[in-house]
T-cell receptor, first 112, second 115 residues
Framework: DSGVTQTPKHLITATGQRVTLRCSPRSGDLSVYWYQQSLDQGLQFLIQ???????AKGNILERFSAQQFPDLHSELNLSSLELGDSALYFC???????????FGPGTRLTVL | DQQVKQNSPSLSVQEGRISILNCDYT??????FLWYKKYPAEGPTFLISISSIKDKNEDGRFTVFLNKSAKHLSLHIVPSQPGDSAVYFC??????????????FGQGTTLQVKP
């Protein structure tokens, strides 16, 4: 158990819909990262938040957005969903200045 | 442009023997490298890491070697155990001191350790 929690574990929805994925980092970790793993793909970095502020952005679609709240939990919002958005979405957290990231169990999103 | 590559999609070894997983990178700005292990239906688990100022780091059965001139790193598992069967991801970071620690992952290598 990494100490990072993600909800829900599974999510099934239809095209055009909007969903919110939630992540709680390890206690004390200020940085939260979101990654996407599509079928047969490696993990692709989406976005990083540090202590409530956006720190880095990867190839995140404009339909996707994220935020980190004062209690340090983070939410990833995916809107106007398409079939190709079906993937595993992982959240990770790290300490200040830490290179090692600790991953949650992921949310499996299926768009029908 | 794939900056981190794991050219072997799969590897099969006998229990007790050495497993060697390889990873190549192209970006000279990477200053930290990590290996993660992933079981199905779970998130990646941090295994071992190495800074670019070192060429070797060892932790129990796991050793990571870094060859900066060749832009190559490898993970050695000795002795291999059936429980090591999983997908192994190589990752790299060019965060420096900016705290922008995004990881660039390879495609993964599936290791099967046969009893």
């Amino acid at each position: 158990d990494s100490g990072v929690t993600q909800t829900p574990k599974h999510l099934i929805t239809a095209t055009g819909q909007r969903v919110t994925l939630r992540c709680s980092p390890r206690s004390g970790d200020l940085s939260v990262y979101w990654y996407q793993q599509s079928l047969d793909q490696g993990l692709q970095f989406l976005i990083q938040y540090y202590n409530g502020e956006e720190r880095a952005k990867g190839n995140i679609l404009e339909r996707f957005s994220a935020q980190q709240f004062p209690d340090l939990h983070s939410e990833l919002n995916l809107s106007s969903l398409e079939l190709g958005d079906s993937a595993l979405y992982f959240c990770a957290s790290s300490v200040v200045g830490g290179h090692e990231q600790f991953f949650g169990p992921g949310t499996r999103l299926t768009v029908l | 442009d794939q900056q981190v590559k794991q050219n072997s999609p799969s590897l099969s070894v006998q229990e007790g023997r050495i497993s060697i997983l390889n990873c190549d990178y192209t970006n000279s700005m990477f200053d930290y490298f990590l290996w993660y292990k992933k079981y199905p239906a779970e998130g990646p688990t941090f295994l071992i890491s190495i800074s670019s100022i070192k060429d070797k780091n060892e932790d129990g059965r796991f050793t990571v070697f870094l060859n900066k001139s060749a832009k190559h790193l490898s993970l050695h598992i000795v002795p291999s155990q059936p429980g090591d069967s999983a997908v192994y991801f190589c990752a790299a970071s060019a965060g420096g001191s900016s705290n922008t620690g995004k990881l660039i992952f390879g495609q993964g290598t599936t290791l099967q350790v046969k009893p």
